[in-house]
């Protein structure tokens, strides 16, 4: 089946600082989301991002979908932004959505 | 998008026994989805509830282990069965914000299960 990884799996910033994560998957697939999970486990949808970039704010992501990868910049950080950063593709074979291994982001004031 | 209560929040419960989880949507929707995400894990998908027939469950999930019921289009249970250590883990329900596959996906806000 498609493997989607994810790099860094951690990452420690200092507040204000800029930051990219990165979302390589194995195969072609029909969407890409971003999820954020905070530190209570809550799952936040950021973006829905198949093609092309969108911002919402600090944050913006791009997706390359001939070379499979998707990017999530962080701009300006803050306290707010540490959790688990997860991408999820769907299989275009299976309809399935397949997350990716995540990235632990800590953003230290 | 769909605002989805999904309880109890977290509990505690004993070897041996079983807990159902409740999720609820304030809309009719098509698409609703179980997840599991084991400690430090990623999510991983249990079943698609489906709306008046079985539930379809993925590779490593049967039904006498995670029985799944749907109802109707707001609600939707998963009954973690028989319970071992090795079930605890939070427990997702999530939506399909447009009724599709391709479209966004979200979350409740996790059962968070330890079992003793």
């Known amino acids: 089946g498609i493997q989607v990884e994810q790099s860094p799996p951690d990452l420690i910033l200092q507040e204000g600082a800029n930051s990219t994560l990165r979302c390589n998957f194995s195969?072609?697939?029909?969407?890409l989301q971003w999820f954020h999970q905070n530190p209570w486990g809550q799952l936040i949808n950021l973006f829905y991002i198949p093609s092309g970039t969108k911002q919402n704010g600090r944050l913006s992501a791009t997706t390359v979908a001939t070379e499979r990868y998707s990017l999530l910049y962080i701009s300006s950080s803050q306290t707010t932004d540490s959790g688990v950063y997860f991408c999820?593709?769907?299989?275009?074979?299976?309809?399935?959505?397949?997350f990716g291994t995540g990235t632990l982001l800590a953003v230290q004031p | 998008s769909a605002v989805i209560s999904q309880k109890p929040s977290r509990d505690i419960c004993q070897r041996g026994t079983s807990l159902t989880i409740q999720c609820q949507v304030d809309s009719q929707v098509t698409m609703m989805f179980w997840y599991r995400q084991q400690p430090g894990q990623s999510l991983t998908l249990i079943a698609t509830a489906n709306q008046g027939s079985e539930a379809t469950y993925e590779s490593g999930f049967v039904i006498d282990k995670f029985p799944i019921s749907r109802p109707n289009l707001t609600f939707s249970t998963l009954t973690v069965s028989n319970m071992s250590p090795e079930d605890s883990s939070i427990y997702l329900c999530s939506v399909a914000e447009s009724g599709e596959y391709n479209s966004p996906l979200h979350f409740g806000n996790g059962t968070r299960l330890t079992v003793t």
């Open positions: 999820a593709v769907l299989s275009g074979a299976t309809n399935k959505l397949i």
């Open positions: 195969d072609s697939v029909n969407n």
